[in-house]
């Protein structure tokens, strides 16, 4: 560890040092906060989270049906206040997003309208091994348009030998495919590999092929800048209880392009919520979707994992957006990495299969650990170092801006150092 600025001195000079403070870090078998690294899985709860909660709580008892009205935050219009930071969040208009429901049930959604196969052009692409749900959604969407899903899903897939996917790869795959594609359907960052997708180029390259471009930023919110809207991604989705910290199962966003804003004709799955409001109530036959994202809308909205989803995405302003978030990431996974390369293992005993390019990852370094991986698993847990543990045997590390130091950085290395040593 010569070669490393002491992480005191990278802690001290800091400036999101103190939003650790605003965290909940669960104890390690020291009793003292553990180094978490699972924020890619569950986000851990911030402080102001209760309070939030507690708010509605306090609305509901005191105002019963008249919270809607006259709550603090009047629950009729509580999306509306999710609109401006999460677009803020993702690079996006206001009218472009809206939050609800959960994140596979807003994938369908989605896939309802800009997944509209005709006999010659059906494809949809997709990552190989992407996250089961994703798999079962695809699978079940070619299922509903009566097609069999081995033949409408095309799979990216590494070259023999590698572990992730070449943007030149992928997009030579959609010109190849070209006018039988239909969607484009990736995560914005591959949950197992940690691999960022260039989803600029991946979104001009579906569009010059006459298909619609859609990403999962399951893995992204809250992990990468995004500039949706500048990148014409034509719909996105995420969930909130990763990198936004907004409590398990919490609640999710959708992102549906300026273009698609005005246009009612789209087939969608409705409910009142999307509805126009200046008639909402009226209770008439006819529905006529609100523009933009919020014309997705199905029941009106769930207030409790709002109101922490709010105090969420407040805390990622104070600290200055994505781009401050992400300075500090690139650094703690870059001398993450470095602590693992310093270890100077052959890739038979340990393999980092994330990118080693800070622009094709976000924070998270997936390690092979062909032998012993469920062994550093533990050993790691035993040093109150939370990994991630995926099978065969892959552990994820993800190091959070928000709340993890340095200082929690060089516990993971020396962690894994001793481990090795032994
Ligand atoms: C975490 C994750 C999910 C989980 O879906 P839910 O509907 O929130 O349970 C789905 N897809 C991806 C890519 C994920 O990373």
């Known amino acids: 560890m010569t070669n490393f600025t002491p992480a005191a001195a990278l802690d001290a000079a800091d400036p999101l040092a103190l939003f650790r403070r605003e965290f909940h870090i669960p104890p390690g078998p020291d009793g003292q906060p553990c180094a978490y690294f699972c924020g890619n899985s569950l986000g851990l709860m911030p402080v102001a989270a209760r309070a939030a909660v507690e708010q509605e709580f306090v609305d509901w008892q005191r105002l019963g049906v008249e919270g809607h009205f006259h709550g603090t935050s009047p629950w009729l219009h509580y999306h509306e206040a999710l609109a401006e930071p999460t677009a803020r969040l993702v690079g996006a208009r206001p009218l472009e997003v809206v939050v609800m429901n959960n994140l596979t ?48 899903i095309v799979e990216l897939l590494p070259r023999p030998g590698e572990h992730t996917l070449r943007t030149a790869d992928i997009l030579a795959r959609i010109a190849e495919l070209g006018d039988t ?15 960022a997708f260039d989803m600029a ?34 719909f996105a989705c995420w969930c909130s209880y990763k990198y936004l910290n907004s409590g398990p199962g919490g609640t999710s966003g959708v992102f549906v ?17 999307g509805h126009d409001p200046s008639d909402r109530f009226e209770m008439k036959k006819g529905f006529r979707p609100m523009p933009g994202a919020a014309g997705w809308q199905l029941s009106n909205a769930q207030i409790f994992p709002m109101a922490i989803h709010r105090a969420s995405l407040a805390i990622i302003d104070r600290a200055g957006g994505m781009a401050a978030l992400r300075r500090k990431s690139e650094a703690l996974t870059a001398r993450l990495e470095a ?18 390019d800070p622009a094709q990852r976000g924070c998270q370094l997936s390690v092979l650990v062909p032998e012993r991986g469920r062994e550093l698993f533990d050993h790691l847990a035993a040093q109150g ?37 032994e």
């Open 339 to 356: 602590h693992l390369r310093g270890l100077g293992l052959p890739a038979t005993a340990l393999e980092i299969i994330t990118p080693p």
């Open 181 to 195: 594609l239909a969607v484009v359907l990736l995560g914005g960052v591959n949950y197992y590999t940690g691999q």
């Open 257 to 273: 392009h300026e273009r698609h804003a005005h246009r009612p004709e789209l087939l969608r799955l409705a409910g009142w919520w």
């Open 201 to 234: 180029a991946i979104t001009a390259a579906g569009h010059a092929a006459g298909a619609t471009v859609g990403f999962d930023l399951a893995h992204a919110a809250g992990n990468l800048e995004l500039h949706l809207h500048d990148w014409n991604v034509d």
């Open 105 to 152: 049930v807003n994938l369908h959604l989605l896939m309802v309208s800009f997944y509209r196969p005709t006999a010659s052009r059906f494809v949809i692409l997709m990552e190989g091994g992407a996250f089961p749900s994703d798999q079962y959604a695809l699978e079940s969407q070619a299922r509903l348009h009566g097609l069999a899903p081995a033949a409408a």
């Open 385 to 421: 170092v939370l990994a991630d543990w995926r099978e065969p045997n892959v552990i994820r590390l993800a190091p959070v801006p928000l709340y993890n130091s340095f200082a929690d950085v060089d516990r993971a290395g020396a962690a894994v150092r001793s481990f090795f040593n």
